[in-house]
């Protein structure tokens, strides 16, 4: 039984809109159970670097960049493809790859320990700036990046979301909120893992979402080179 190129865009369609809706739900019943089980001491799970949530982070940028490694292998047999393009998705498959290395092995807090930081830089916690530079470096290619998401409005608008989330989340870990807060130390620090969370789904919806059309794009493309 054959199966025509709007049928596999539709069931992708599908699969988008559960992924986008089961990765949240089944996230924060993750969440929730973790701190749960670990009730009163739900922050040593929550906020732990080598906790089971800070694991679970790991595999999401892990899926933002096999999901980008798959836009990439589908843009390199693509002849409609530019290479500027190209090579955007390049670097944030690349990118996606260095944080979950990043994630798993926390170097920003090993740089701190190897460069001896005991005290604060400026308004940031002591060796928290690095991450501050991470984040700089990540929103300058965001702003030439964005440009090609511009395809789909959902992909557009979940990037977008993901960043502001992302710019949320770092702020709250490497600034002097916690000590300005101080009894919301708790609250600050449960905020802070649900923005990093959501800002990292949302990287995956939106990437989720520029696969289905660029593979869309090469079906039609390579059926239409078929028929010539």
């Known amino acids: 039984m054959e199966i025509t190129i709007a049928e596999v865009e539709k069931k992708l369609e599908s699969i988008e809109n559960k992924l986008l809706i089961f990765s949240f739900l089944v996230t924060t019943a993750l969440i929730v159970t973790f701190g749960i089980?670990?009730?009163?001491?739900?922050l040593d799970w929550i906020d732990n670097d080598e906790g089971p949530t800070a694991f679970m982070q790991t595999l999401f940028l892990f899926s933002s960049f096999i999901i980008g490694f798959f836009i990439c292998m589908i843009q390199y047999l693509s002849?409609?493809?530019k290479e500027k393009e190209k090579i955007l998705w390049v670097f944030a498959s690349f990118g996606f790859l260095l944080l979950t290395i990043e994630s798993k092995y926390t170097f920003h807090n090993k740089i701190r320990d190897l460069l001896k930081i005991k005290t604060d830089f400026l308004w940031f916690h002591k060796g928290d700036f690095l991450l501050t530079i991470i984040l700089v470096f990540g929103m300058i290619f965001s702003f030439f990046f964005i440009k090609n998401l511009k395809k789909?409005?959902?992909?557009?608008i979940l990037f977008i979301l993901a960043v502001i989330s992302s710019v949320a989340s770092v702020s709250i870990d490497s600034l002097h909120f916690t000590k300005i807060l101080h009894n919301y130390r708790d609250f600050l620090?449960?905020?802070e893992e649900v923005l990093e969370t959501t800002a990292m789904l949302l990287y995956i919806n939106s990437f989720f979402t520029m696969f289905k059309i660029y593979f869309i794009d090469f079906l039609k493309e390579f059926f239409l080179l078929e028929t010539k």
């Open 79 to 81: 002849k409609n493809i």
């Open 37 to 42: 089980i670990k009730y009163p001491y739900w």
């Open 152 to 156: 789909s409005k959902r992909g557009l």
């Open 189 to 191: 620090f449960l905020l």
